[in-house]
């Protein structure tokens, strides 16, 4: 019998989305991560501790078995280059939709019919490209794709929408949907083995849930 799991979770929209999950599975977190700063937060369950990550650093702690499961970002998921992960279940949280967006009324400068496409995420914005045959080149950047096009940096960015209102602010319109956006649950390998006597009631559970919703 093993006895204690570790979730990793991110703050803000995932932890938002993902509480009422945990309270089906009768986990209470029993500080806020808005009103502490622990980055480990104990729970009702004393067999069951949370901890606090960004979320592009949730795959990491679950693969290396820092932390038993997680809850991720399918987005992350492609950026993600691992291999030692379950990813059992589409939790339906936090969605959005991945997108190439440019300006209103583009201008298309002409760079050699290659456009420029700046993003932050580089993966999927080159298999995206590549598996529609277009030649690229993929600027990186950390945040605030949006600003890109404005400036001339780039003619179309890859990034997550959810409203609209974001892209709309800053002149942008959708072109093209890359793929809908969701939150998964992610096992480490090892614990899906060693733990499952705790994980797979909870696997269970939140399958119930989901599928409720
Ligand atoms: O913020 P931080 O740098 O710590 O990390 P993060 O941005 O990776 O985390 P967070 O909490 O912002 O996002 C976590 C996850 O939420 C992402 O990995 C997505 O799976 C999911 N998600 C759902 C979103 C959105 N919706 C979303 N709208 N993540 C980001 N956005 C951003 C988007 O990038 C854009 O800047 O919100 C803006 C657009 O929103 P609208 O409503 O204006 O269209
Ligand atoms: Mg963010």
């Known amino acids: 019998m093993s006895d204690n799991i570790t979730i990793a979770v991110s703050k803000g929209r995932i932890?938002?989305?993902?509480?009422?999950?945990?309270?089906?599975?009768?986990?209470?977190?029993?500080?806020?991560?808005?009103?502490?700063?622990?980055?480990?937060?104990?729970?009702?369950?004393?067999?069951v501790k949370i901890i606090i990550v960004r979320a592009t650093d949730v795959p990491t702690y679950v693969e290396y078995g820092a932390a038993d499961i997680g809850i991720a970002g399918k987005d992350v998921l492609l950026e993600y280059n691992g291999n030692g992960l379950y990813e059992p279940l589409d939790l339906k949280i936090a969605q959005c939709r991945m997108v190439v967006a440019?300006?209103?009324?583009?201008?298309?400068?002409?760079?050699?019919?290659?456009?420029?496409?700046?993003?932050?995420?580089?993966?999927?914005?080159?298999?995206?490209?590549?598996?529609?045959g277009k030649q690229v080149e993929i600027i990186k950047l950390y945040g605030s794709m949006e600003l890109a096009p404005v400036l001339g940096l780039a003619d179309q960015i890859v990034d997550l929408v959810d409203t609209g209102n974001t892209l709309k602010a800053n002149g942008l319109v959708e072109v093209?949907?890359?793929?809908?956006?969701?939150?998964?649950?992610?096992?480490?390998?090892?614990?899906?083995?060693?733990?499952?006597?705790?994980?797979?009631?909870?696997?269970?559970?939140?399958?119930?849930?989901?599928?409720?919703?």
């Open 102 to 132: 440019e300006l209103k009324n583009s201008r298309n400068e002409d760079r050699g019919g290659r456009k420029r496409i700046a993003t932050k995420y580089v993966n999927i914005a080159r298999n995206y490209f590549a598996s529609q």
């Open 15 to 47: 932890f938002k989305d993902a509480m009422p999950l945990l309270a089906a599975l009768d986990i209470y977190p029993t500080e806020a991560p808005e009103t502490t700063r622990k980055l480990i937060l104990e729970t009702n369950r004393p067999e």
């Open 176 to 213: 093209e949907t890359i793929t809908d956006i969701s939150s998964r649950l992610i096992v480490n390998k090892g614990a899906m083995k060693m733990k499952n006597d705790l994980i797979k009631p909870m696997l269970e559970k939140l399958t119930e849930v989901v599928a409720a919703k």
